[in-house]
């Protein structure tokens, strides 16, 4: 069993940062990918930024720039630092993680913490 314990989430003005943070627990195998995704009132789930166990990163065209994706190996614990932060940015953010199991990817989310760009 897996567990993904996000935090960082809240108020910020448009222009400021914030720092969310995944941790995971459990039955973590040495092939995965973590990521962040989001959902805003009204849409679809869309991929935020993905960072591979070989540190290989992908991040959606609307974040590319403003933020950035790491993780810390020992401590299993996934990162999104936000940057230039626009109100377009408001939605819940999930983080995910999808791990490689002999020959099957096995899904697990996080909770959601939720992030609002506002003046």
């Known amino acids: 069993q897996v567990q993904l314990v996000e935090s960082g989430g809240g108020l910020v003005q448009p222009g400021g940062s914030l720092r969310l943070s995944c941790a995971a627990s459990g039955s973590i195998f040495s092939i995965n990918v973590m990521g962040w995704y989001r959902q805003a009132p009204g849409k679809q789930r869309e991929l935020v930024a993905t960072?591979?166990?070989?540190?290989?990163?992908n991040y959606s065209d609307s974040v590319k720039g403003r933020f950035t994706i790491s993780k810390d190996n020992a401590k299993n614990t996934v990162y999104l630092q936000m940057s230039s932060l626009k109100p377009e940015d408001t939605a819940v953010y999930y983080c995910?993680?999808?791990?490689?199991?002999?020959?099957?990817?096995?899904?697990?989310w996080g909770q959601g913490t939720q992030v609002t760009v506002s003046s």
């Open positions: 995910n993680l999808d791990v490689l199991y002999l020959t099957t990817w096995l899904h697990y």
């Open positions: 960072i591979t166990s070989g540190g290989i990163t």
